[in-house]
Nanobody
Framework: QVQLVESGGGSVQAGGSLRLSCAASGRTFTTGAMAWFRQIPGKERELVAAITWSAGSPYYTDSVKGRFTISRDNAKNTVYLQMNSLKPEDTAVYYC????????????????WGQGTQVTVSS
């Protein structure tokens, strides 16, 4: 069974940076995709960025392009989300997710989820 453990959330002022980490375990991670979603209370969970364990371009939602970078360390089975130039509207609980196949923009296509980590950006 896949386990995902997120870390790195916290509080920061607008314009600041945070790096989220997601450590994956439970199977061999040479194929498939990992993603970061975020959710604000009362709203649907939205895809922020995604990446495959193999070659291929990462995916970013428009609102974070140029500010966030998703990366992976295959040796550590860990995916990162570097968040720069943070804005108050980036405030949310961020979730790591995994699936056995390629990147999907649909949250229903991801079958493993982390517990979430809070990111709060103050103005």
């Amino acid at each position: 069974q896949v386990q995902l453990v997120e870390s790195g959330g916290g509080s920061v002022q607008a314009g600041g940076s945070l790096r989220l980490s997601c450590a994956a375990s439970g199977r061999t991670f040479t194929t498939g995709a990992m993603a970061w979603f975020r959710q604000i209370p009362g709203k649907e969970r939205e895809l922020v960025a995604a990446i495959t364990w193999s070659a291929g371009s990462p995916y970013y939602t428009d609102s974070v392009k140029g500010r966030f970078t998703i990366s992976r360390d295959n040796a550590k089975n860990t995916v990162y989300l570097q968040m720069n130039s943070l804005k108050p509207e980036d405030t949310a609980v961020y979730y790591c997710a995994a699936r056995k196949y390629g990147v999907s923009i649909q949250r229903e296509m991801y079958d493993s989820w982390g517990q979430g980590t809070q990111v709060t950006v103050s103005s």
